[in-house]
Nanobody
Framework: QVRLVESGGGLVQAGGSLRLSCAGP????????MGWYRQAPGKQRELVAT???????NYSDSVKGRFTISRDNAKNTLYLQMNSLKPEDTAVYYC?????????WGQGTQVTVSS
């Protein structure tokens, strides 16, 4: 297991923006991809966005054009810039790291979007 620590969640009005951060791992750690997932109350955890070690990105249709995933290798930090937030984006957001078929998860950070 790799230690991942999320931050940046909070309460925001619809149409607003937030930036989530996920610290870890160090640059000499070889991983295949990192990503953000979210889980709303009563729903299954779902993919939000992923980024490979080479920088290729993938987004769910529900956030495409509004969210941007990026990684600052110098700071060992993964980001999720969330713009034009909607009430349906309300969820706990989790950082994820994948090495082949092994996954590590952060503790999650709550994002609440009010209408």
């Amino acid at each position: 297991q790799v230690r991942l620590v999320e931050s940046g969640g909070g309460l925001v009005q619809a149409g607003g923006s937030l930036r989530l951060s996920c610290a870890g791992p160090t640059n000499n750690f070889s991983f295949d991809s990192m990503g953000w997932y979210r889980q709303a109350p009563g729903k299954q955890r779902e993919l939000v966005a992923t980024i490979t070690r080479g920088g290729s990105t993938n987004y769910s249709d529900s956030v495409k054009g509004r969210f941007t995933i990026s990684r600052d290798n110098a700071k060992n930090t993964l980001y999720l810039q969330m713009n034009s937030l909607k009430p349906e984006d309300t969820a706990v957001y989790y950082c994820n790291l994948r090495v082949l078929f092994n996954y590590s998860w952060g503790q999650g950070t709550q994002v609440t979007v009010s209408s």
